[in-house]
């Protein structure tokens, strides 16, 4: 794909990140948010609007975390390359890959460039069961 000469704003591209990535500019991007697959092993589905339109995607990578790991870091990669220097860009994850993610980031961003973690704060979701005498994990969620 040939680079492109500006930014088109408003538009969502449905393709692999990968490519699309290769064709912005370096240096271009002032915030970037990305919300990428969790390393989860599961296949998602989703049910849009009142259509029963099914959404899915796979969240299964072959040959483990160390696969996934990479294939984060090639777009990493991308970003780092088309975030400005006086950007921010913000990664979505969680328990699953969340600690690799942030040793991959300290390597292509640099571990002073970090500036802090946000937490997601929910109440109940199985804290209970998981703090009950039959506990077999600690509550995944977050308390207060
Ligand atoms: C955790 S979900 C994010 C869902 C989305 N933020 C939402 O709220 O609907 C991960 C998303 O990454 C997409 N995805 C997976 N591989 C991708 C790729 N190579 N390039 C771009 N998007 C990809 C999946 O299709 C999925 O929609």
């Not at 390597?107 to 506990?135: H, K, L, P, T």
């Amino acid at each position: 794909m040939a680079p492109i000469g500006y930014l088109e704003t408003g538009v969502i591209y449905c393709d692999d990140n990968l490519h699309r990535l290769a064709q912005f500019p370096a240096d271009s991007v002032d915030l970037i948010y990305l919300d990428p697959p969790f390393f989860s092993n599961r296949h998602y589905e989703v049910i849009w609007g009142d259509e029963a339109e099914v959404r899915s995607f796979e969240d299964r990578f072959q040959g483990g975390i160390h696969v996934y790991v990479e294939w984060m870091r090639d777009r990493l990669i991308e970003l780092h390359r088309i975030l400005k220097p006086t950007g921010s860009i913000y990664l979505h994850c969680d328990w699953h890959a969340g600690h690799y993610l942030k040793i991959a980031m300290d390597d292509i961003f640099g571990n002073r460039q970090f500036q802090n973690e946000f937490v997601w704060y929910y109440s109940g979701g199985g804290f209970e069961e998981a703090m009950g005498a039959q506990a077999r994990h600690h509550p995944v969620l977050h308390q207060g």
